[in-house]
């Protein structure tokens, strides 16, 4: 059974970074493309970035580009989100995020999720 385990989230300041952490157990990691997405109280669940399987290619919503940065270390299973200059509207659970194929921006095609991590950004 494949389970992914989010850690990372927290409380931090406007302006401040925190890195995500994600890992994966129970198949091989490095078949997967890795997504973070996120979900704010009383909104959709969003996407947030995208990464390939073989860690080439990138994809990333326009909110967080130049911002984030999601990398994977396939020795360690682990999928990060460095998150940095960090507003009060980046708020939300995140959540990781798995498929086989390629790189997709909707939450429908993703088939394995963690369970959420809080990150909170006071103003």
């Known amino acids: 059974q494949v389970q992914l385990v989010e850690s990372g989230g927290g409380l931090v300041q406007a302006g401040g970074s925190l890195r995500l952490s994600c890992l994966v157990s129970?198949?091989?990691?490095?078949?997967?493309?890795m997504a973070w997405f996120r979900q704010a109280p009383g909104n959709e669940r969003n996407f947030v970035a995208a990464l390939s399987s073989n860690g080439f290619t990138t994809y990333y919503s326009d909110s967080v580009k130049g911002r984030f940065t999601i990398s994977r270390d396939n020795a360690k299973n682990t999928v990060y989100l460095q998150m940095d200059s960090l507003k009060a509207e980046d708020t939300a659970v995140y959540y990781c995020?798995?498929?086989?194929?390629?790189?997709?921006?909707?939450?429908?095609?993703?088939?394995?999720w963690g369970q959420g991590t809080q990150v909170t950004v006071s103003s």
């Open positions: 129970g198949r091989t990691f490095s078949w997967y493309t």
């Open positions: 995020a798995a498929r086989d194929g390629g790189i997709r921006s909707t939450s429908l095609s993703y088939d394995l």
